[in-house]
T-cell receptor, first 116, second 112 residues
Framework: KAGVTQTPRYLIKTRGQQVTLSCSPI?????VSWYQQTPGQGLQFLFE???????NKGNFPGRFSGRQFSNSRSEMNVSTLELGDSALYLCASSSQAGVNSGNTIYFGEGSWLTVV | GENVEQHPSTLSVQEGDSAVIKCTYSDSASNYFPWYKQELGKRPQLIIDIRSNVGEKKDQRIAVTLNKTAKHFSLHITETQPEDSAVYFCAAGKTSYDKVIFGPGTSLSVIP
């Protein structure tokens, strides 16, 4: 079974631009979460999607948005990029097969975003 | 809001010694507590998890304990090896699914 796949792996953007990151979850997984990882800040929760609906949202400004498609693939978008948005963006998927199945999340390799 | 604290932020141990990382959580409804290991330049990977109906779980050299009353849970690594060197993250969530909140991480160095 293929793991969580994220594209692109590395990208450099200029302040003020926007960026779209893509995530393909593990086959059969319907829940996709996004996290921002910066040195010293750990893993900050951005949002989570399930069946094309955003179920949970972290404390990030409205410049950060996401969506999920019917095939469970997800994208996140950051508009009006700031230098502080430079980070590793991690996507994670979970099966959410039922209440007692737990919610183990599996991470992708991440997308390294550098804003200059 | 929900919060997970983790201590210590850095930990150095001699090879063969034990390492203990402690976490506390704020949401008393949390009932799922995974631990992730992230090696340099790699993705976080699940190493062990525990649910609230269990007080302790062991997997070879790794064990987790949970005290729901105090809202504490801990990771214990025995007989540490250099390959255990990594950043470890604790997390708290719910099996009925809510967002999984991560602690800030502990950088573990095992000195040969």
């Amino acid at each position: 079974k293929a793991g969580v796949t994220q594209t692109p792996r590395y990208l450099i953007k200029t302040r003020g631009q926007q960026v779209t990151l893509s995530c393909s979850p593990i086959s059969g997984h319907r829940s996709v979460s996004w996290y921002q990882q910066t040195p010293g800040q750990g893993l900050q929760f951005l949002f989570e999607y399930f069946s094309e609906t955003q179920r949970n949202k972290g404390n990030f400004p409205g410049r950060f948005s996401g969506r999920q498609f019917s095939n469970s693939r997800s994208e996140m978008n950051v508009s009006t990029l700031e230098l502080g948005d430079s980070a590793l963006y991690l996507c994670a998927s979970s099966s959410q097969a039922g209440v007692n199945s737990g919610n183990t999340i599996y991470f992708g390799e991440g997308s390294w975003l550098t804003v200059v | 809001g929900e919060n997970v604290e983790q201590h210590p932020s850095t930990l150095s141990v001699q090879e063969g010694d034990s390492a203990v990382i402690k976490c506390t959580y704020s949401d008393s409804a949390s009932n799922y507590f995974p631990w992730y290991k992230q090696e340099l330049g790699k993705r976080p990977q699940l190493i062990i998890d525990i649910r609230s109906n269990v007080g302790e779980k062991k997997d070879q050299r790794i064990a987790v304990t949970l005290n729901k009353t105090a809202k504490h849970f801990s990771l214990h690594i025995t007989e540490t090896q250099p390959e255990d060197s990594a950043v470890y993250f604790c997390a708290a969530g719910k099996t009925s699914y809510d967002k999984v909140i991560f602690g800030p991480g502990t950088s573990l160095s095992v000195i040969p």
